[in-house]
């Protein structure tokens, strides 16, 4: 029996020095100095040793079970340090690597657009206005000289929010809400977004415009050209060719449609401009003194201009983009070209 415990003692310190890991030390704990591990049941088989024997077994069993878990603890520390070790590598930050950038924003194109044709109004000494998208009838038509039966309406294409309520189909009805507010001198324009039940690859339900509006002494609708003429020289460039078309709408008279030569075939002739040469750009006209009378104002003393711009077409055109459901879609490959 003496020389069973010896033996245990070299194969039990053997194996523990040789686990490799934690959890490998805990098994070999168990299996000698467990409740049912080899030492325990030396000692627990001591009762059937012959009571000379007993003492001598006892204490090599006790010394051998000492030697053991002394060596247990001694691995224990070691395999604690490396597993340390371990973790800690594993955590470490390297700072060499290169770091990630955060992505920075910019102006949507459209912004970008509507900037660049207010910078060029500012200058000729315009301020801006604004208004709201939910808008009244009355603002959006009546006041505009566009009673409840004109065909006018139909062509708006209107979302209702309730009745007497909509989103307004343009920007024109800020005229009406600067009017109301300012006597003339009165040089505004008003950039805003637009409402309309209409979608396909050149009309998108919601768009933008900016509105222009200049009513004084004297004006004449050489001013209107005037004006007009210098912002597409300054927006497209000097070779721009401008052409007023007569038109209708039923707040301006005489009304005008503005067209320049296409930017893309410059006049030749090509699918933008459906081989006419032409693009239309904005609406304009006189004010009409039917306006004046909602407004309050004289019509004997004052006359105006106004114009209404489409800047998703201007943007369109400006940046070569084929349909207009790309300014809308938040697509950053889109997005991130501007
Ligand atoms: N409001 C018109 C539209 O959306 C555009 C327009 C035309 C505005 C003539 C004007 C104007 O101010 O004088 O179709």
Known sequence: MKEQIEALRSTALEEVAKTSDLRALEDARVKYLGRKGKITEILRGLSQVSPEERPVLGQAANKVRDAISDAIDARKEVLDAEAEQQKAASEAVDLTL??????????????????????????????????PDVETEYYNFESLNIPADHPARDSHDTFFVKPGVVLRTHTSPVQMRVMEKTQPPVAVVVPGRVYRVDYDASHSPMFNQVEGLLVDEGV?????????????HRFFGKDTQVRFRPSFFPFTEPSAEVDISCTVCQGKGCRVCKNSGWLEILGCG????????????????????????????????????????HLYENDMRFVEQF
């Not at 949507?108 to 910078?119: A, F, G, K, P």
């Not at 004449?220 to 597409?232: E, H, I, R, S």
């Open 98 to 131: 290169p770091g990630r950038r955060p992505r920075k924003g910019h102006m949507h194109v459209i912004n970008q657009v509507t900037d660049d044709i207010l910078e060029i109004f500012f200058e000729l000494g315009f301020q801006v206005a604004a208004g």
């Open 220 to 232: 004449t609708f050489a001013d209107l050209k005037g004006t007009l003429m210098m912002f597409v």
């Open 286 to 325: 006189m004010v009409n003194p039917k306006v004046y009378e909602y407004a309050g104002y004289d019509t004997e003393k004052y006359t105006g201009y106004a114009f209404g711009l489409g800047v998703d077409r201007i943007a369109m055109l400006r940046h070569a983009i084929s349909s207009i459901g």
